[in-house]
């Protein structure tokens, strides 16, 4: 890396945490071991910090908290970078797939999107409500379009 950039790195500030109940994390899950409620653990920070927190935003923090950390994405490289080795899709099953036969089934794939597509779509009968004050709507057949030179 250039050294300019690891300068500015070096001298940002430490980010802060976003949430307000990061410095409790440890408190909340020993209570969420020993099995008390999202409410008793709201009412515990209350009495003792002085700390108000509604119950959905203890959860959201404890939801957050637990989760895995997230996989980056890399964008697809195009050419055969894209399929050397493992494809991409099946790499995280642990699917060794020649990049042929990668190809290939990639090739059906679109042929096959495409023929959908170009398909055309069926001709749907409408139907149509006619108004009348004096009635209930009700659902009429479509009027038949008269032919030409009849």
Do not use: C
Not at 73 to 90: L, S, Y
Request: proline fraction near 9%; hydrophobic fraction near 35%.
């Amino acid at each position: 890396m250039d050294p300019t950039f690891d300068q500015i790195l070096a001298n940002l500030p430490e980010k802060r945490s976003r949430s307000r109940l990061e410095p409790y994390g440890a408190l909340i899950k020993e209570l969420l071991r020993r099995n008390r409620t999202y409410r008793e653990i709201a009412s515990v920070l209350l009495e003792r910090f002085q700390l108000h927190a509604s119950i959905s935003t203890i959860h959201d923090f404890v939801r957050r908290w637990s989760a895995p950390p997230r996989k980056l994405v890399r964008a697809r490289m195009p050419g055969a970078q894209q399929n050397a080795g493992k494809d991409q899709i099946n790499a995280s099953a642990g699917i060794q797939m020649p990049s042929t036969e990668t190809s290939m089934m990639a090739d059906e794939a679109r042929q096959r999107i495409a023929a959908l597509k170009s398909r055309p779509l069926p001709a749907a009968k409408r139907n149509v409500f006619h108004y009348d004050p004096e009635q209930p709507l009700q659902i009429s057949s479509p009027p038949l379009e008269k032919k030409a030179g009849k």
